[in-house]
């Protein structure tokens, strides 16, 4: 029995390839540990706000000192920590949108990346992650291919996000992706192929 976070972040609903790829695996998930339960938090309905100065004042002031003012603006930040904490098992859509990932994941990012709370720094400088223990599932889709090939190189999804979650712990990263789903020689297995890799995977 796990606990399982899935976060969307296309804005195409049920059209969306990334929620496709994101179902299997929550599928595959929830038969591989029976019981289990899925707490979706979707990005595209319900989007963090960008980072404003109210929001870096409320990060740095201590709890003690903090006003209803600070509540208020770390309010979105708390929540999306907690959720994270608590689960056992993270699944991610990452729809690419322009080589990267979209705003609204970014804000979420931005709302879980925090100093003394989700990573913290050693001596020397050197950060520690303090989200230990989880495992996280990409579900990445892209309209050409950018695992090989020419195209590698513009690819800012993956490595951003192992990066940023990285830092705070989660680094035992699974990628699955569905990908050249608009280019014609690949439109009609891109999925096909996706959904067998994850159907293949032990979980």
Known sequence: MKKILNIISSVKGKESFSNK??????????????????????????????????????????????????????????EAISELMDADNIVIGVPMYNFGIPSTLKSWIDHIV??????????????EGLVKNK????????????????????DFTESYLRTALGLIGLTDITVFRVEGHFRAETKE???????????EYAY
Do not use: M
């Open 114 to 127: 925090r100093g003394g709370v989700t990573f913290t720094y050693q001596e020397g400088g050197l950060p």
């Open 135 to 154: 495992k996280v599932y990409l579900a990445i889709a892209s309209g050409g291919i950018f695992s090989e090939g020419p195209l590698k190189s513009y």
């Open 189 to 199: 297995t891109a999925l096909p192929k996706a959904l067998g890799i994850v159907e």
């Open 21 to 78: 790829l994101s179902g299997a695996i929550l599928e595959k998930l929830s038969s591989a540990y029976p019981g289990s339960t899925v707490q979706t938090r979707d990005l595209t309905k319900n989007p963090f706000p960008h980072l404003e100065e109210s929001h870096f004042t409320a990060f740095y002031t201590p709890d003690e000192a903090r006003t209803a003012e600070h509540r208020e603006a770390i309010k979105n930040s708390d």
